[in-house]
């Protein structure tokens, strides 16, 4: 599976945008991008996952490029709630695997 | 919303001790993995059960640790001797099937005295 690379901490005012980057270079054309995140003493908690159309939810838009060699999680008003380690991982459609890194600490400051 | 639940959600053990975690996933997911959480890392994959059948134990320390999912529903996993280095967050996690989303418990913290 291929690598992922996400810088180490971001901070976000509360009610604006965040946007979190992740790098995956190496990506497969049947590998999906799948984004977590992780808040302080609780299980991982799925966000979204896309292929190479971008996607949104009730949690989140997913941006992904056209060469699909980085993609970007947009919260699009964050709250203090949002504070916690958001995971971005690279996963073939057709295996289980997956490789958390050390993830995105996202803090979000009133 | 269904959720996976993980029993107990902390533990203190002695080293030498043995331990053990119980997972029930979500009714339906057929996919069940455990994973290991140590402090500032992301998880790791321990092993993954389809059904009742182990498919990936590659990662697991097989001399001290082992996992069963009898019935192809709940799960235990366990620790015997525990060690000083097993002190961390062991996560379970289950999906529908391959390549579904994963949905995790809130996970059982370790720590090993």
């Known amino acids: 599976d291929a690598k992922t690379t996400q810088p180490t901490s971001m901070d976000c005012a509360e009610g604006r945008a965040a946007n979190l980057p992740c790098n995956h270079s190496?990506?497969?054309?049947?590998?999906?991008v799948y984004w977590y995140r992780q808040i302080h003493s609780q299980g991982p908690q799925y966000i979204i996952h896309?292929?190479?159309n971008n996607e949104t939810n009730e949690m989140a838009s997913l941006i992904i490029t056209e060469d699909r060699k980085s993609s970007t999680l947009i919260l699009p008003h964050a709250t203090l709630r949002d504070t916690a380690v958001y995971y971005c991982i690279v996963r073939s459609s057709n295996n289980n695997d997956m490789r958390f890194g050390a993830g995105t600490r996202l803090t979000v400051k009133p | 919303e269904a959720e996976v639940a993980q029993s107990p959600r902390y533990k203190i053990t002695e080293k030498s001790q043995a331990v053990a975690f119980w997972c029930d996933p979500i009714s339906g997911h057929a996919t069940l993995y455990w994973y290991r959480q140590i402090l500032g890392q992301g998880p790791e994959l321990l092993v993954q059960f389809q059904d009742e059948s182990v498919v990936d134990d590659s990662q697991l320390p097989k001399d001290r640790f082992s996992a069963e999912r009898l019935k192809g529903v709940d799960s235990t996993l366990k620790i015997q001797p525990a060690e000083l280095g097993d002190s961390a967050m062991y996560l379970c996690?289950?999906?529908f099937g391959t390549g579904y989303e994963q949905y995790f418990g809130p996970g059982t913290r370790l720590t090993v005295t």
């Open positions: 996690a289950s999906s």
């Open positions: 896309g292929l190479k």
């Open positions: 190496t990506i497969s054309g049947n590998e999906y």
